[in-house]
């Protein structure tokens, strides 16, 4: 099963492209394969295109709070809200933003997805720092348009899964780092934890047991080789995925 961690940004440029992490997931480890910088939104499109099985985890915003599209009379349901946006421009969509902001009171300028507090993520409305109204205005149309699978928001192809995440905890232990310690590591003080919150926790162990600050992390060593000289990552706990589910009574 292949994992994709995207870091994204709604103008991806040379300077500043898309990141992609890419991850293969046996059992309990997670080897990491390779990292792909993506500088076009062809790009992009071309990563969600590839045939599954993959999950990828993307942090942008799939959705809008639903307050905003209740009060503006904009479409309920995740296919049509995307399609709806999709079709304003980026002038637009900032217009009608800061018109709705301008409507509400001081201390609740902007509405949130109900997920988005304990996810301790920015209001999809915002527009500077981070730009998430325009991440979602660049991301969430091309992940409909993929045809990949959206738990709870669009059926798509089950092969394929994309995902709204969060980053949850990387941990490095003291000591070699061989995987007994990084297991260790994890039973001892992150576990019964992670378990009770739902957090993922991920933990590195070096390549060929070296310490990352000696050799570990040198570039020299090819990401994924087999024989051990990959960099392999213990997980403990449940992925923190946050979604909009469009209910009727939500």
């Known amino acids: 099963m292949r994992i994709y961690g995207v870091d994204f940004t709604c103008a991806p ?21 390779a990292i792909r910088r993506l500088p076009s939104f062809p790009e992009f499109e071309a990563m969600l295109a590839r045939p599954g099985p993959w999950v990828g985890g993307f942090d942008f915003p799939f959705s809008l709070p639903r307050e905003l599209g209740r ?113 260790n590591v994890l039973n001892r003080n992150f576990r019964a934890e992670a378990e009770k919150r739902g957090y993922i926790v991920i933990a590195p162990a070096a390549p060929d047991d070296q310490l990352f600050f000696e050799a570990g992390f040198s570039r020299r060593r090819p990401l994924g080789c087999r024989g051990g000289r990959g960099f392999r990552f213990r997980l403990i706990g449940h992925l923190l995925v946050f979604l909009v589910l469009h209910r009727k009574n939500s």
Request: with cysteine; charged share 20%; glycine share 8%.
């Open 13 to 33: 440029r040379r300077a500043k492209p898309i990141t992609v992490a890419v991850g293969v997931l046996g059992k309990n480890v997670l080897m990491l394969e």
């Open 71 to 183: 009060d503006l009379g904009w479409p309920a349901a995740w296919p049509e809200l995307v399609a709806h946006c999709a079709a304003m421009s980026r002038h637009e969509l900032r217009n009608i933003l800061d018109a709705y902001r301008a409507t509400r009171p001081v201390g609740k300028k902007y509405a949130h997805r109900a997920t988005d507090l304990p996810a301790g993520s920015s209001s999809p409305m915002k527009l500077v720092n981070p730009p998430v109204a325009l991440m979602f205005h660049e991301g969430a149309p091309r992940v409909l348009a993929s045809g990949a699978h959206v738990p709870a928001l669009s059926e798509g192809d089950r092969s394929r899964v994309a995902l709204e995440a969060y980053p949850g905890l990387l941990v490095f232990g003291g000591g070699p780092q061989t995987m007994t310690v990084v297991d």
